[in-house]
């Protein structure tokens, strides 16, 4: 009898071999099991409440993931692509999941067949690089020249996008706010240059795009409404500069032996800030926007001079304003003299204006960058909440399909195009791989199979309705939501980027070969755990 | 089985944790997750619905601290309730956003929902897909929502002839408790927006309009003044209780020696130097009141307090004055007196006093309480409405009735357009919108009749709150519009003998009516399209 020898600390768990690969992919499956019903315009929404009791409805494969707070370290993975694809495209979060989900479905046959994963991996490997070769292959470019055709290429693509979000119904709607803003913006399209307001209140469809800044009133001290709300060509100081009646220095202290010093203590401490509002004052400032408090004083001396002030403004709201009307964030009111003007920011109107329960400040035709501001509208705020991720969704499309131009079609068309080639492909090997191949192929099908089912159709008819499609050639079939049918998804103007698409197959494919490749977890027991008890125990005596 | 996805066995039995705490969690799954929303908003529609119309009933709400609230309005109850249920918390904020941006029809909103819900439920059992649904009633709420400004009326706005917009705000405060005094409470909510309406920008300030309260007094006592109100007394009894043309120094500053912010320490070591510092407070003092006096002011209106010997010097210069008044009413009484708001002694000058033509403290009853009234000031666009009653419960009930009417009224200069309320609108869209759906060939028909039987729950609950056979009430109505074909027949809940909602000027805002039925649809089709809850389980400490 050999003696045991323990190589692991106790209570490690580790388990090993085929059993393991088994295991962790039923683990993804019942992962994907959560966010299937998610997919397509007839999918369902889900509602999960964090253990703060706050609730959220989404429909965003990526977000749904990341509340349903997943532990298994192999179904983990799947919620790191749908991150990854959240934050390199936007959208697709779902059906990537989806993807992976099915190849690893397919896959499963063959190790329990007793297939070896490196096989399947690099059978998966090249098929991936056959898919991503024929995506390209066949996606249709569209010239960006005619500025009126590109707008209508990308409000279709943003429209697909919405028409699976809650904000379906008036994805006209949005779908042009979403391709203005984004052509408001400069080269670079930064994201963060598109600010999104929520206030509840007001339907939807009152939702606005300003083109400019805006954000919401500050807390205000009395005064404030002495002050004019309304500016043309107004000089806007940013500060990062506390205006406010107060000790220079926390810990400080003055010792005083006589009362004439008193006075001078006092007069020095307003003086302190007098300065500071004079020099303001004196450089013709008509808008002061402080990341730090502007006290009582200030806007009184403000108010009485006919000057508009806001304290407390949010750091990336302050950010954007500089952005869009220029000059700089000031940490001193020192060299504010008139040679180095560039301080200051302006732009053609300042607003103070009421929406819904709230009042705004809005700062509209500003010269420098290009930014905008969307203030959302709606009923609730978990409603508004979705309303925001649809539209950052359908902002991610936009701003891809400006870099890129080329489009395929959606509702399954591009998927069940690429089955077909891989089918076809497939045949002209002999070998192991021949079988990985198809079973790759079949795997797509699970989008066009999911939207029908989502839909309550009979997905075995239309999947062969649209297999025979493809056979004859006809590359962009897919699934007709609308009519339960199939249809030309190229001509329904379902597109989507060429690029969401691709790295959506990569994505799956990576994850899938990544979840293969393990054969063995070892778990570490919670350490932690022992000596937190312990030192609970030591708290209760 | 309702934990699908969530559990996952490997295959010797072991099952595979994939979520945190997956045990403890809750999760309910389609077609019961449809269901438990639908009787949770059902639930929560059917406490407002008895508060529906003049013959609603009202709720009485006991806080944890014991504060009772007894009011009619749909928002008040709802948020006071603490809706614990997520649906159901959605629902409450359907009709805070109503609140937000009509201010009225906060119950009307939330019954529709509740009612489109209910209807959903049958179309639920037929097997009609939960998007469908959703999609027939954006369907029917566009036909319905046409169908609004097509019998909408063009309402004569004169600044001359204010009978139209009193009888409007007597709609709305028809179902209040204070309909005793109905038509004075009318009249003072119109007078109060004509008083600081802006007509050229169609928008009326809030801010502008303040209402106080005091128990007390009869409704009846309840009064306009055009100027500003304020729960507060002359500092010293002996002051004079009447200052007529008084010129105001409206402070923010202490009436004391200016202390310095910094930590500061005297040290006082002998008997001269406390001399000297009495000196130094008294000439403070003395300084003041000269700089006060000197500017030319006969009131004083300070923020913060000042001690005894501060206001007996005023007393002896004759300097009446108010000490703690509060942030939000100093800006008023700027606003109002055209002053300016001096937070310095040393800045005060004669052109930044404000001016009002009467000040003086009203007395109540056998009580010892007072309140200052500032009337007849420089720019008499700020008025105070102020309401008396019984007690404390009715005196907050008046004021949130007066509310709504305010809103009702502004809503009226923002948009002159009105429907006929008692139920009017609804029976006349449910006729249009079940007329549409005949000519709808898909089974979004159903939806769409389904939207037209929610909307009759309106009226159905006005005549079951007056005491009539609903349904018969109802069903006469319908029939007596489609025979003359007159949108203005609705539900005679005050038994007057007309059906004719013209004749008996019950009107309601265009805006409103179209609020409502957006809101609720867009919200009910949040509810709908959620087919997946999940639930944090009982904490485990």
Known sequence: MQPMIIILKDGTDSSQGKSQVLSNISACQAVTEAIRTTLGPRGMDKLIVDGRGKATISNDG??????????????????????????????????????????????????????????????????????????????????????????????????????????????????????????????????????????????????????????????????????????????????????????????????????????????????????????????????????????????????????????????????????????????????????????????????????????????????????????????????????????????????????????????????????????????????????????????????PRQLCENAGFDATNILNKLRQKHAENNIWFGVDIMNEDVTDNFIAAVWEPAVVKINAITAASEAACLILSVDETIKVPKSSAEPSNAAKAMNMV | MPSVGTLAFDEFGRPVLILRGQESKKRLFGIEAHKSHILAGKAVADTLKTSLGPRGMDKCMVSPDGDITITNDGATILSMMHVENEIGKLLVQLSKSQDDEIGDGTTGVVVLAGALLEQAEAL??????????????????????????????????????????????????????????????????????????????????????????????????????????????????????????????????????????????????????????????????????????????????????????????????????????????????AIATGGRIVPRFQELTADKLGFAGHVYELDFGTTSEHMLCIEQCKKSNTCTIFVRGGNKMVVEEAKRALHDALCVVRNLVRDNRIVYGGGACEISCAIEVAKEANKIATIEQYAIRAFADALESVPLALAENSGYSPIKTVADVKSAQIAQNNPSLGIDCLNTGTNDMKSQLVIETLIGKRQQISLATQLVRMILKIDDIRLPGESEE
């Open chain 2, 124 to 333: 639920l059992d037929k097997g009609i897909h939960p998007i469908r649904i959703a999609d027939g009633y954006e369907l029917a709420a566009k036909v319905a929502l046409d169908h609004l400004d097509k019998i909408a009326e063009s309402y004569p706005l004169d600044l001359k002839n204010l009978d139209p917009l009193v009888n409007t705000a007597m709609t709305t405060l028809g179902s209040k408790i204070i309909n005793r005094c109905q038509r004075q409470m009318a009249e003072i909510a119109v007078n109060a927006i004509m008083n600081v309406v802006d007509m050229e920008r169609r928008d009326v300030n809030f801010e502008l309009i303040k209402v106080q309260g005091k128990v007390g007094g009869r409704l009846e006592d309840t009064m306009l003044v055009k100027g500003v109100v304020v729960d507060k007394t002359f500092a010293h009894p002996q002051m004079p209780k009447e200052v007529r043309n008084a010129k105001i120094a409206i402070l923010t500053c202490p009436f004391e020696p200016p202390k310095p912010k910094t930590k500061h320490k005297l040290d006082i070591t002998n008997v001269e130097d406390y001399k000297k510092l009495r000196e130094y407070e008294k000439e403070k003092f003395t300084e003041m009141i000269k700089s006060i006096k000197d500017a030319g002011a006969n009131l004083v209106i300070c923020q913060w307090g000042f001690d005894d010997e501060a206001n007996h010097l005023l007393l002896s210069q004759e300097l009446p004055a108010v000490r703690w008044v509060g942030g939000p009413e100093i800006e008023l009484i």
């Open chain 1, 62 to 447: 990526a977000t749904i993931l990341k509340l349903l707070e997943i532990i298994h370290p192999a179904a983990r993975t799947l919620v790191d692509i749908a991150k990854s694809q959240d934050a390199e495209v936007g959208d697709g979060t779902t059906s990537v999941v989806l993807l992976t989900g099915e190849i690893l479905k397919n896959a499963r046959t063959f190790i329990e067949d007793g297939m070896h994963p490196t096989i399947i991996i690099r059978a998966i490997r090249k098929a991936t690089a056959l898919a991503t070769k024929k995506v390209k292959e066949i996606a249709v470019h569209i010239k960006m020249d005619n500025i009126k055709e590109q707008r209508a290429l990308l409000e279709k693509c943003a429209r697909t996008t919405l028409s699976s979000k809650l904000i379906a119904r008036q994805r006209d709607f949005f779908s042009k706010m979403v391709v203005d803003s984004v052509l408001m913006l400069d080269e670079l399209l930064p994201l963060n240059m598109i600010g999104m307001k929520k206030v509840t209140g007001g339907s939807l469809e009152e939702s606005r795009l300003v083109a400019g800044v805006a954000f919401k009133k500050t807390f205000s001290y009395a005064g404030f409404e002495m002050q004019q709300k309304k500016y043309l060509k107004p000089k806007i100081a940013l500060l990062n500069i506390e205006l406010e009646l107060k000790a220079e220095r926390d810990n400080a202290e003055i010792r005083l032996d006589n009362v004439a010093e008193y006075q001078k203590i006092v007069d020095a401490e307003w003086s302190i800030l007098y300065n500071k509002l004079e020099k303001l004052h004196a450089s013709g400032v008509n808008v002061v926007l402080s990341k730090l408090p502007i006290g009582d004083v200030a806007t009184q001396y403000f108010a009485d001079r006919d000057m508009f002030c806001a304290g407390r403004v949010q750091e990336d709201d302050l950010r954007r304003t500089q952005k869009a009307c220029g000059g700089a964030i000031i940490t001193t009111i020192e060299n504010l003299d008139d040679k180095v003007q560039q301080v200051f920011g302006t732009c053609e109107l300042f607003e103070e204006t009421q929406i819904g329960s709230e009042r705004y400040n809005f700062f509209t035709g500003c010269p420098k960058a290009k930014t905008a501001t969307m203030i959302l509208r709606g009923g609730a705020d978990q409603f508004i909440d979705e309303v925001e991720r649809s539209l950052h969704d359908a902002i991610m499309i936009v701003r891809r399909a400006v870099k890129n131009d080329s489009i395929v079609a959606g509702g399954g068309a591009i998927e069940m195009a690429l089955s077909r080639t891989l089918r076809d492909f497939s045949r002209t090997i002999p070998g192991k791989e021949q079988l990985i191949i198809a079973a790759y192929a079949k795997a797509f099908e699970v989008i």
